[in-house]
């Protein structure tokens, strides 16, 4: 289906969005653009090809479209919602608008929102109502809600119903439709609304504007088939679809030759990466093993699936180089039952030996993960599984969070005999075991000396600069500005639960060499 057809299909559907008697029906008040989402179209998995669109360009007639004119996107959610940002700002340029600092400068207001727990959600409804005064000032500013939330029609709902000043909501798989979105926005009073449930093709060649100097996002899929029974991201995401391996490594030796020193391979579940080629048998450890030879001095991947994590994966990695020696590895949970639930499709010994693998091949290595207290209905006895796994594998970091239903996805139905106080509680003592064991892997470096990759300015202090280690540590120091976005080495005086402090010593690799 090209463009125009998946356009004029969802068209049809929206003429008619309200099959359910208690929605009201809100085409009639459009006459603009009305694409609503569907989450139920959303789940659909077809077997049609993914399209690989090469020649993105900006049609003639809107170049110049954002002369005189400043944007400004707020950014919501995970890695690939910070790179879509790098790409929207990139078609911004691309249109001659300028970049600003802040909401009260701008004349475009983009919020790049993120749908994966309801805390991330208020967070952007709270948001939005600090903009409608801005919005009651300057009726010319236009306002979008782009990025996962987007994708729900709970949430397009609730933004007519209450947000009536929103001029333009669209979806993950549509940026590159930003000209055609901003200039329906621009010629009509209406809401634009333009969200499709179907992923869209493979677009190659889209502007980006890299938000740093140093460090840098690269896609290598989109989507997620997992359907992990409490994740909202298949939904908004769509079916996985790898990029081609050339285009990816041909992107890594561009970012190499302008100097950019690290690079984050990303995809929702990159293990998949490959799975959906129908003429190519190529898959992550393939595309690891050639983007190790070329010449960047650091490579990271996010987010890895335990479930898909291969042999030749951990071969590849094994041979170490620029590939880095961290890997993150959600696990969710330490208790089969519960991970049965989840529909993770792996078990706890099964995870534990993968773990094993892992650091037989490449002893040195960080882990970290993701966590997930409180599952529908999990006992005391399931939560300690996490805790004892935790312990098992003696991760380096994890990111924790309160299970959050999601409208829509199976979870969201199940019964839940575990009281909120009861899920604050579990938060915390994995919390407490969390940050004991980050404590602990700190104090092993006093004294030791490390690369660091200088980002800039520590946030807390100018004075300071920060930067990271290959096993994502963040070191804090004092050394010259003219250091930053250079591998220097720091010798480690002083360690923290989440960071470490220290001197910088070897002034020799501080040098920049061009
Ligand atoms: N694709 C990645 C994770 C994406 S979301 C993966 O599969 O690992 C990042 C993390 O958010 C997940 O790992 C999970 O721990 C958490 N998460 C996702 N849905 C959630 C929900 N409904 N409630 C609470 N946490 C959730
Ligand atoms: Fe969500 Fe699971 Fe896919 Fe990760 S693998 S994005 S948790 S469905
Ligand atoms: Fe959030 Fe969407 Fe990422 S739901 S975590 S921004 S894929």
Request: aromatic letters at 8%; hydrophobic letters at 35%.
């Amino acid at each position: 289906m090209n463009e125009k057809q998946r356009m004029q299909s969802q068209q049809v559907q929206a003429e008619k969005p309200a099959d359910k008697k208690s929605e009201k029906d809100y085409s009639k008040y459009f006459q603009a653009v009305y694409v609503p989402p569907s989450l139920k179209d959303a789940k659909k998995r077809g077997k049609e090809e993914v399209k690989y669109e090469k020649d993105f360009a900006i049609p003639e007639e809107f170049r110049g479209m954002g002369e005189g004119k400043r944007f400004y996107i707020r950014t919501y959610g995970c890695q690939m919602n910070e790179h879509d940002t790098e790409v929207m700002a990139g078609i911004f340029m691309a249109l001659g608008y300028e970049a600003c600092e802040s909401v009260q400068e701008a004349d475009v207001i983009l919020l790049n929102t993120c749908a994966i727990r309801e805390n991330a959600e208020n967070k952007v409804f709270g948001e939005l109502g600090h903009l409608k005064p801005l919005k009651l000032e300057k009726p010319d500013l236009l306002i979008g809600v782009c990025g996962c939330m987007s994708q729900e029609e709970s949430v397009v709902n609730r933004i007519l119903a209450k947000h009536h000043f929103v001029d333009m909501i669209f979806g993950t798989h549509n940026i590159h439709r930003l000209p055609q979105i901003l200039n329906e926005a621009y010629m009509s009073k209406e809401m634009v609304i333009e969200v499709w449930s179907k992923e869209g093709d493979v677009i190659e060649n889209l502007p980006k504007v890299r938000k740093g100097q140093t460090k840098a996002w690269v896609n290598i899929m989109y989507g997620c088939d997992k359907f992990c029974t409490y994740c909202i991201v298949p939904y908004t995401r769509g079916k996985e679809r790898s990029r081609r391996p050339e285009e990816i490594i041909q992107e890594v030796r561009h970012l190499a030759s302008q100097g950019y020193k690290e690079i984050t391979l990303l995809g929702q579940n990159v293990n998949a990466y490959g799975k959906d080629f129908t003429d190519l048998d190529y898959r992550l450890g393939d595309l690891m093993d050639e983007i190790r030879k070329i010449d960047i001095p650091r490579v990271r991947f996010t987010t890895s699936h335990p479930r898909d994590f291969d042999d030749h994966l951990i071969e590849v990695l094994a041979k170490g180089g620029n590939l880095v020696d961290h890997i993150h590895l959600p696990v969710q949970s330490g208790s089969t039952d519960i991970l049965k639930i989840m529909a993770r499709k792996y078990t706890r010994e099964h995870y534990l030996e993968l773990v094993r693998k892992i650091k037989a091949a490449i002893p040195n290595v960080s882990l970290t993960t993701d966590i997930i207290v409180g599952y529908p209905n999990e006992t005391e006895e399931q939560f300690e599984e996490t805790i004892s796994l935790y312990k098992e594998v003696g991760f380096d970091a994890a990111y924790t969070f309160i299970y959050s239903p999601r409208e829509g996805t199976p979870a969201a139905k199940m019964k839940d005999n575990v009281p909120l106080e009861i899920k604050k509680d579990r938060l915390q003592r994995l919390n407490a075991i969390v940050n004991e064991f980050s404590a602990q892997k700190m104090k092993e470096y006093a004294g030791k000396v490390v690369e660091v990759l200088v980002e800039g300015e520590s946030k807390n202090n100018p004075e300071v600069l920060a930067g990271y280690t290959t096993k994502n540590k963040l070191v804090n120091f004092k050394a010259p500005k003219s250091v930053i976005g250079q591998v220097v080495k720091v010798k480690i005086t002083e360690t923290r639960t989440w960071s470490l402090n220290g001197e910088w010593v070897e002034e020799a690799a501080a040098v920049k060499v061009d």
